[in-house]
């Protein structure tokens, strides 16, 4: 217990410590070494034994990550990007098609590829892009929604969870602790609006649906892999809470949801 609480407050600290810093170079790097490491424990699970998801990500993340700021339009969107959500979205979209309709998620070599440049680098590409374009602080927001969300899921589902929310590939979730999640995030939404003075609590109650939802298929989403590669989880770096990608597959899945939201809001303003 000593031990995962540690490994988990080191995680959360070096968070928490690189976006409220707001600088820049500082959480990009970080993410970076987050990605790197995230997509390891993924290509074991999928066994893809290659360096070219390596490359892509680097490509992509330094492309997207510092040329956003280069470019130094008044929106840090171009055409490039867009066209990257639209495939993002489009790939989780199969994603959650997979999770409903097939009892194991088809991963012949090419759609390996797909996901680890689609699914899980162009995640980590909109989460930095979220702190760099629009605001560190609402990246952390989201995080600290994820948070929220799972502790108050586990705990409410633990207590008086019965109906379960998806039985086979996650036997512990049940569908009332889903609700009590999604509801204790949307009073969480209130502090942080609050406290960040960055979207109204309107948008940051959004925020907490959207983060809610799809934080949660992420995390089934990545159940299912780890079922399918008969592992609990993902990896060891983290004692007491399995690998990286246990703790990031909620936010990583949410980002380019978040980062459509957030452009959305910016156009009507």
């Known amino acids: 217990m000593l031990l995962r609480s540690l490994s988990g407050l080191l995680y959360v600290v070096l968070l928490i410590v690189a976006l409220s810093l707001n600088t820049p170079h500082l959480f990009t790097i970080l993410f970076f070494i987050l990605g790197i490491l995230s997509l390891f424990e993924f290509n074991k699970l999928i066994q893809l034994k290659s360096v070219i998801p390596y490359v892509i990500f680097t490509i992509l993340y330094a492309f997207f990550g510092y040329w956003q700021m ?4 008044d929106t840090g969107v171009d055409e490039a990007t867009q066209i990257l959500v639209v495939i993002t979205i489009f790939v989780d979209l199969f994603l959650i098609k997979d999770l409903f309709s097939r009892k194991t998620i088809p991963l012949f070599i090419t ?15 909109f989460l930095v892009l979220i702190a760099r374009v629009f605001s560190a602080k609402i990246l952390l927001g989201a995080f600290i929604l994820v ?5 108050f899921a586990y705990l409410i589902g633990k207590n008086f969870g019965k109906q379960k929310l998806f039985e086979k590939i ?8 889903f609700l009590g999640g999604l509801f204790f995030s949307c009073i969480a939404s209130y502090f942080i609006a609050s406290l960040t003075n960055t979207l109204s609590f309107t ?4 925020l907490a649906i959207i983060v809610t939802v799809f934080g949660t298929l992420g995390d089934l989403i990545e159940s299912k892999f780890k079922r399918q590669a008969e592992v609990k989880d993902s990896g060891t770096i983290m004692p ?17 949801f978040i980062y459509v939201f957030l452009r959305i809001l910016h156009y009507v303003s």
């Not at 996650?170 to 602790?177: D, L, R, Y």
């Open 147 to 151: 948070w929220v969300n799972d502790s």
């Open 70 to 73: 280069a470019i130094k339009s």
């Open 170 to 177: 996650s036997p512990k979730k049940t569908v009332e602790g």
């Open 111 to 125: 759609k390996r590829f797909i996901i680890t440049t689609f699914y899980l680098s162009s995640g980590f590409v």
């Open 240 to 256: 007491g809470h399995g690998g990286l990608l246990d703790r990031l597959d909620s936010i990583i899945f949410a980002s380019p």
């Open 203 to 206: 948008n940051w109650l959004m």
